[in-house]
Structure formats: structure tokens, C-alpha cells
């Protein structure tokens, strides 16, 4: 039961995983080939995936500006034309800013006169760039969003792409299964965004962390200075053996929302996100159990809470709020554990 309580600083402790929708729990679904998808949308390279390439907001938070290093050859490229503006043998530490709606390197390449649209930096092959304290394949776009907000983007294979997701959200420990399992996953959400964000115009199809999936690229620098595989060998073998197999429905890509801790059972997409797929229902789950966010607690105003909540139902078209009664309804898609006390009294 829910009481109600008094105005005063609540204690909220919320026994429910916020959001676990893993798309292998479709319930007797398989995962398709790329080809066999009908909504072509998605795709501008062909039937396969080594066709397909990514583009990963990869700007590092909250700053200004970012430092760029590239140990082999490279050439800066003006977009769309592709022009070559500058060649060299390697990149030392370099200063990126954008200021005045234009980009600087610093210091800059002889005789160098960057562009006020978007370039690429490309590199040899196989080979990577440094980009602060991260290593990626590919290449890397500067440009700007709609309002003008600077955007470093990580052009990179898809393959690649899903190889480095695997390691990153899922430890090794897991096993083989359950990281294809998590490839499948991975390429799916990504395709289904990169649909999104060209509706949307948008210069990336996702974002390097966690507000998409977690994308750590080739290498990554701990806060000791070491660095470390942002992607291994076994995350490469699990994107091989699931090359090209996304999750579907009816033809149609899904969208297969996904997260660490569930709390002990999944909701129903639908519940939180209008584009979910209704495979996506909520099931049981134990297997986050010794996760440290399995249960958790937070202290708020009981006026910001009723804010939140006020916000939250009128966005599920539910109206006002009723705040002089309580009642819990409970309909076997969510956890039913979810408790409200009075911190004053407790």
C-alpha cells in the first residue's frame, strides 16, 4: 500500500529497476538477417553490414575544448566534397576549439585553412586516433547540430561498433551466449537509432555513453593513466558470429531498449518509451540480484517529488493528480514493490 503523507521531506525508496528491456526477452523470437528486413530505411550502403557505417557523438563532456593525436598518416578532408586540405605522416598533440562558429587546431598544420562547415580527419586502414583519453577506429567528423553546438563524431564500421559495445556493457564473465545474445542487442539499437536521426537530421546516431550504449571505442584511459581494451577479441568474435542478425518484427526493425539492473523484473516497453516494440513485455529476472543498484533509496521534497510524478502522469495522458487519496494498482507487468514513508517518523 502507498499512505499518504504529510508535507514534509520524504523518504522514497523505489524497489523497482527503472528500465531493463533486454531484446532477447522477446518470447520465441529470433533474431534476421539484415537483408530479410523489409523497412529500408535504415540502410544506404547495401545488404551488408560491413557496408554500413556509424556515427558516434563521441564530444567529451563539459569542455571547451579537446586534444587530437594521430601516430600514422592522415588527411584532413573538407565536407561533402571530400577535398583533401592537408596530408602528414602523423598528428602530435593538438588542441581542437570551435569559437565563433568556426574550428582551430592548435597548433595548426602548416599552411592549413580549416573550413566554417564540417571536415573529417581520416586515418590509414585499420589504424586509430586519439581523441582526450580514448582510442577509436575510423575516422572523425567535426561539426556543429542545428543550434550550433560544436559535435565530434566518430565515423566507425558497424561491425567495429557493435565489437566495442559488447565489451562495454557486458563483462566477459557473462559468456559467450549471452554476449552474442548482447551483439544482437547492440546492432539492432543502433540501426533502429540511426533510422531515427536521419528523420531527425541529426549530425550523429548516437551518443558514446550510456544515454545510447556504451561505446568506449578501441582503447580507453583509466584515471590512473593506464590504458585498457575498450574492445577484446572475444567482443570481436561474438559481432562475427552474429554478423548482420538484428532483432525484428514483422519485417520491421525494433528498438531494443535495454539496461543493466531491473530490480527483479523488467516493465513493458510501452511503458516508458512510445517507440518500444510490444515483443518488449515485462518478465522476471534475478540475474541483477548482486548488482549494487539492485535496490536503491533516494531523499527528496515531497514537493518536487509530487512535481515529478504530476509531469510524469500527464505525460501518460492520466490528468491531475489526486494527492488526498492513494491507491496501488498492480497488473502483473511491474514489480510490486514500491514504498513511500514519512523520514520525519521513521
Known amino acids: ?3 499518504k503523507i504529510s508535507p514534509r521531506v520524504v523518504e ?3 524497489l523497482i529497476g527503472i528500465v531493463s528491456i533486454a531484446g532477447f526477452f522477446l518470447r520465441g523470437q529470433r533474431p534476421v538477417p539484415l537483408g530479410d528486413i523489409s523497412d529500408r530505411q535504415w540502410a544506404d550502403a547495401g545488404n551488408s553490414s560491413t557496408d554500413i557505417d556509424i556515427n558516434v557523438d563521441v564530444t567529451p563532456h563539459r569542455k571547451s575544448d579537446w586534444n587530437l593525436e594521430i601516430a600514422g598518416t592522415f588527411a584532413i578532408r573538407s565536407l561533402p566534397d571530400r577535398k583533401i586540405l592537408h596530408q602528414g605522416n602523423s598528428l602530435k598533440p593538438t588542441r581542437i576549439a570551435h569559437r565563433n562558429h568556426r574550428w582551430s587546431l592548435t597548433p595548426s598544420p602548416q599552411g592549413l585553412a580549416l573550413p566554417a562547415g564540417k571536415f573529417e580527419v581520416t586515418t590509414d586502414p585499420g589504424k586509430t586516433f586519439r581523441l582526450d583519453r580514448h582510442r577509436y577506429r575510423g575516422s572523425l ?3 556543429t547540430t542545428a543550434s550550433g553546438r560544436p559535435v565530434l563524431v566518430n565515423l566507425v564500421g558497424l561491425e567495429d561498433y557493435v565489437a566495442s559495445v559488447v565489451d562495454g556493457e557486458m563483462p566477459l564473465e557473462f559468456g559467450r551466449e549471452a554476449r552474442c545474445a548482447q551483439a544482437v542487442i547492440a546492432r539492432s539499437f543502433v540501426l533502429y537509432q540511426r533510422r531515427q536521426a536521419l528523420h531527425k537530421r541529426l549530425p550523429y546516431d548516437v551518443h558514446a555513453d550510456t544515454r545510447s550504449q556504451f561505446y568506449p571505442g578501441f582503447q580507453y584511459q583509466g584515471k590512473n593513466g593506464n590504458w ?3 574492445e577484446s577479441p572475444e567482443g570481436r568474435a561474438c559481432a562475427d558470429q552474429t554478423r548482420g542478425l538484428v532483432c525484428a518484427d514483422r519485417g520491421c526493425l525494433i528498438c531494443t531498449y535495454y539496461s543493466a539492473i531491473c530490480g ?3 516493465c513493458r516497453g510501452t511503458e516508458l518509451f512510445p517507440d518500444a516494440s510490444p515483443l518488449l513485455t515485462g518478465v522476471t529476472c534475478e540475474h541483477c540480484r548482486e548488482a549494487p543498484l539492485y535496490r536503491w533509496e533516494k531523499t527528496l521534497q515531497l514537493s518536487r517529488f509530487q512535481s515529478r510524478l504530476q509531469n510524469f ?3 501518460k495522458g492520466a490528468g491531475t493528480l489526486n494527492w488526498k487519496s492513494w491507491k496501488f494498482v498492480h497488473d502483473g507487468e511491474r514489480l510490486p ?5 514519512d523520514k520525519s517518523t521513521s
Open 228 to 230: 585498457f581494451a575498450g
Open 313 to 315: 502522469l500527464r505525460g
Open 337 to 341: 514493490l514500491f514504498r513511500i514513508s
Open 1 to 3: 500500500m502507498i499512505r
Open 12 to 14: 522514497v525508496i523505489l
Open 141 to 143: 567528423v567535426f561539426t
Open 264 to 266: 527483479g523484473r523488467t
